[in-house]
């Protein structure tokens, strides 16, 4: 092997394992099983502080005919 092709070698190598290191990584947690973006049940926001949190958590007040959301530090 002559030095000019032990050099790009050793130049393409790292780049070429990172990305396919990167590939392998992404396509694993694409498909792991459970993976969701969508939280389990409904959240509220809260009106005052914007704390999210589910329903049960949350307490409703009537506010001119309409339901807000507070959460259980801002309803006190």
């Known amino acids: 092997m002559t030095s000019e092709i ?41 009106a005052q502080c914007g704390r999210r949190g589910a329903h049960e958590h949350m307490v409703p007040v009537t506010h001119e005919g309409a339901v807000v959301w507070y959460c259980s530090r801002c309803a006190h």
């Open 6 to 46: 032990i050099t790009d070698v050793f130049a393409w190598a790292p780049l070429t394992a990172f990305v396919i290191v990167t590939i392998i990584l992404y396509l694993a947690k694409r498909h792991a099983p459970g993976q969701s973006g969508a939280p389990m049940g409904k959240t509220y926001a809260c």
